[in-house]
Nanobody, 118 residues
Framework: QEQLVESGGGLVQTGGSLRLSCDTSGRLFNEYVVGWFRQTPGKQRELVAS???????NYADSVKGRFTISRDTAKNTVYLQMNSLKSEDTAVYYCAAWLYGSSRYNYWGQGTQVTVSS
């Protein structure tokens, strides 16, 4: 069973930064799209950013210019660098992996809480 393990969440003040990590297997890292989602209670899960080997990353409009998704090939890890954090970025953040042709993301991590306080 494939696994994705997130880490790096926490409490940060408005305007601060956090870096989330998503540790994956080599297969997921090299063959799948890896995306970062976030969810708050009562709201639909939102795709924040995604990346795949050899392709440009994609971002939600709400985070463009503030968040950066990247891949570390030595560690099979996908990062989400979050800068200029706002209170509305508060959410549980999940990483997930999607294989082209699938109707939905195939594998999910357990989530990590990010809280931005003013």
């Amino acid at each position: 069973q494939e696994q994705l393990v997130e880490s790096g969440g926490g409490l940060v003040q408005t305007g601060g930064s956090l870096r989330l990590s998503c540790d994956t297997s080599g297969r997921l890292f090299n063959e799948y799209v890896v995306g970062w989602f976030r969810q708050t209670p009562g709201k639909q899960r939102e795709l924040v950013a995604s990346i795949r080997r050899g392709e440009s990353p994609n971002y939600a409009d709400s985070v463009k210019g503030r968040f950066t998704i990247s891949r570390d090939t030595a560690k099979n890890t996908v990062y989400l660098q979050m800068n200029s954090l706002k209170s509305e970025d508060t959410a549980v953040y999940y990483c997930a992996a999607w294989l082209y042709g699938s109707s939905r993301y195939n594998y999910w991590g357990q989530g990590t809480q990010v809280t931005v306080s003013s």
